[in-house]
């Protein structure tokens, strides 16, 4: 069996989590205040995902940047790459919050969208 010590993202609080791994399907969360900490620390040791944010460069606004994020959770084992497949990418205004910047960022189905408006 394996042990994990982690800290819970869920709130400010962050408790310390104990889990105990006996198998894929079978994960003891103890330390939690609360449920989240329970999902979390589970999904952590079995499929461990990251919403990311970051930004990219507006074409002829030299020092503004967009900011950006994935529109869902990417598996943790790909976020060098998705935030490796941002650089270059550069935008033009209009941009409207929400709109796709980096469709399907490294073939994890989940697209880059902006999270601020940019006006003309
Ligand atoms: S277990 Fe609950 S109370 Fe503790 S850090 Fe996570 S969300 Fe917050």
Do not use: H
Request: aromatic content about 2%; proline content about 4%.
């Amino acid at each position: 069996m394996e042990k994990r010590e982690l800290t819970c993202i869920g709130c400010p609080k962050g408790c310390a989590l104990s889990a105990e791994i006996i198998d894929r399907n079978n994960v003891k969360i103890t330390g939690n205040s609360c449920k989240i900490g329970e999902v979390y620390g589970k999904k952590e040791c079995t499929n461990p995902t990251r919403i990311l944010t970051s930004t990219v460069e507006v074409i002829g606004r030299e020092g503004i940047m967009l900011p950006v994020k994935t529109e869902s959770d990417v598996p943790k084992n790909k976020i060098k790459e998705c935030i490796t497949a941002l650089k270059g990418i550069k935008v033009s205004a209009p941009i409207n919050m929400k709109d796709i910047i980096l469709k399907n960022v490294a073939n994890t189905g989940v697209n880059f969208i902006a999270t601020k408006s940019i006006q003309k």
